[in-house]
């Protein structure tokens, strides 16, 4: 209890000017950005929209000495702490209002070992930069659907993308990482050195310390087949599109947006407005194989757009919309089902015809696979056999809209479970800890906390979906 207080009370005390600025230039020269720079505003957009916090500084850290000092200056003056990779948390955990940010874009190394399939990645890559560098061996770890998110707070979640069912989650490809922890060190953290907290930082997030470095296991994953598909939405359709995505061999993943279809230039004007299924396809394996198993997906109705192919890995992450100006406000949940049949399907269609957002989503992504083989306490994320995961989301551009949004998706999302509460912990927004405890069902959360007690007692990493210390 008295820790918990010390660190309330150290939380209230700090005021922005405990911390010099002009002595933090002295220490890390053009590094640090304050309220006063040109760059503040830039350096503190995050990627989603209507986040507008203030810090006290940014640090743009070089190395993980720099992120050491940094982590003991947040411990020293009780400055909140936000740890920023790629910008992409839907809450804005990365960037702190009042207190310090701690910036990893500056750390992009990226060493790969293409004979021993390894690479050694700092923390300030993002997903897509990753995967291009490791494609020019012919080479591809798992990450998610989008290339800007940062592989710092994907890899700390899990990873779920379009290798999930071939080579599971990005943290079953996580062989070591660099970390350091809430007293300034800096750990070697594998299956044998500090194993208990190389358990906890693969779905953990980011409660435990600044992952400086990661390694990561490489597969050979050069030409895919696959890309988008969008076909028109029907209950039969979205029912057929899951079925055959569950049949499909593991070589497949997929990620079907059921979306009304915004106005783009390669659907016919008809279709423009009308519920869509566009998805995303990626079979990792050979080509003439994968035409086989998409041929299916080609069937279920006539395509509105077909623009599977044979590709370079890399190409699934396509160039982003806005250039970096894109920063969208959405009301999201996330879930797992079951299975979605005809009747689920309806509601789908139903609850994306009532939003009255400026897009409407729900998002389906049948698991399984590798993912599925891994036990579920070997690592902190325990969903190993959650069967699909959606994300339902409605965009919005006025803020006195929010509150009907919200209900909108936590209505969506009650209407579709059906038994499955876990949630994953990379989709949450700002829930509440009774669903940061479903990212953590049972034994999980209790085994986190004291990992959580023995490497952060004071809670000093607490901007994110917050694991308490035990017996705080
Ligand atoms: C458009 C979009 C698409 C997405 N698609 C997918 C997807 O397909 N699959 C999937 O699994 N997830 C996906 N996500 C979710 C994404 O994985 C999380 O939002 C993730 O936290 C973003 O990581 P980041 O480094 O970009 O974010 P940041 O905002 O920089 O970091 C988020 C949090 O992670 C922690 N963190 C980040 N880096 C470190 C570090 N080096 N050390 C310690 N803690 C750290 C911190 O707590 C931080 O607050 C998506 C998100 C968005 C916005």
């Known amino acids: 209890m008295e820790n918990k207080t010390s660190v309330q009370a150290q939380s209230r005390s700090f005021k922005p000017a405990d911390i010099s600025i002009h002595k933090l230039r002295a220490d890390f020269s053009d590094r640090v950005i304050a309220p006063q720079d040109a760059g503040y505003d830039a350096a503190r957009t995050v990627f989603p929209g209507g986040i507008d916090h203030r810090p006290a500084v940014i640090i743009r850290v070089r190395d993980a000495n720099d992120v050491s000092r940094v982590v003991s200056l947040a411990r020293e003056t009780g400055a909140e702490l936000a740890i920023r990779s790629g910008g992409h948390s839907s809450v804005g955990h990365s960037v702190s209002d009042g207190g310090i940010v701690l910036d990893l874009a500056n750390m992009r190394d990226l060493q790969i070992d293409a004979k021993g399939r390894t690479a050694w990645a700092q923390t300030g890559l993002t997903a897509g930069e990753y995967t291009k560098a490791a494609n020019v061996h012919g080479l591809a770890t798992g990450f998610g659907d ?152 080609r069937a279920i109705a006539k395509p509105l757009a077909d623009m599977l192919k044979p590709m370079h890995y890399p190409e699934i992450y396509p160039a982003e919309e806005g250039g970096g100006e894109y920063h969208p406000v959405a009301a999201a949940r996330t879930l797992f089902v079951d299975s979605i049949d005809r009747s689920a399907a309806e509601t789908i269609l ?21 993912m599925a083989r891994v036990p579920t306490d070997a690592t902190a994320f325990a969903h190993r056999n959650s069967r699909i995961m959606v994300n339902v989301a409605a965009l919005y551009e006025k803020p006195e809209e929010k509150p009907a949004h919200e209900v909108w998706a936590s209505d969506f999302a009650a209407a579709l479970r059906q038994g499955d509460e876990g949630a994953y912990v990379n989709f949450l927004g700002d829930e509440g800890e009774s669903r940061i405890r479903a990212a953590y069902p049972g034994q999980t959360w209790d085994r986190l906390r004291s990992i959580k007690a023995r490497y952060d007692p004071t809670n000093l990493f607490r901007l994110n979906q917050n694991i308490p210390p035990a017996g705080k």
């Open 350 to 370: 139903n609850y994306l015809q009532a939003s009255t957002g400026s897009m409407a989503v729900a998002q389906l992504r049948v698991l399984g696979g590798a």
């Open 146 to 297: 989008t290339g800007s998110v940062g592989i710092g707070g994907i890899t700390l979640g899990g990873g779920v993308g379009y290798l999930v069912r071939k080579y599971g989650l990005t943290i079953d490809d996580l062989l070591a990482a660099e970390v350091v922890t809430a007293d300034g060190q800096l750990l070697q953290v594998d299956a044998k050195n500090h194993p208990d907290l190389f358990w906890a930082i693969r779905g953990g997030g980011g409660n435990f310390g600044v992952a400086t470095r990661f390694q990561y296991r490489l597969h050979e994953v050069d030409t895919i087949m696959g890309g988008m598909l969008i076909l028109p939405a029907t209950a039969d359709s979205i029912a057929s599109f899951i079925a055959e995505a569950e049949a499909a061999p593991e070589e497949l993943s997929t990620i079907a947006n059921v979306m009304k279809a915004p106005p783009m230039p390669f659907l016919p004007p008809e279709a423009h407005g009308k519920v869509i299924i566009m998805a995303m396809l990626v079979y990792a394996g050979d080509v003439g194989a994968g035409e086989q198993v998409l041929a299916p997906f």
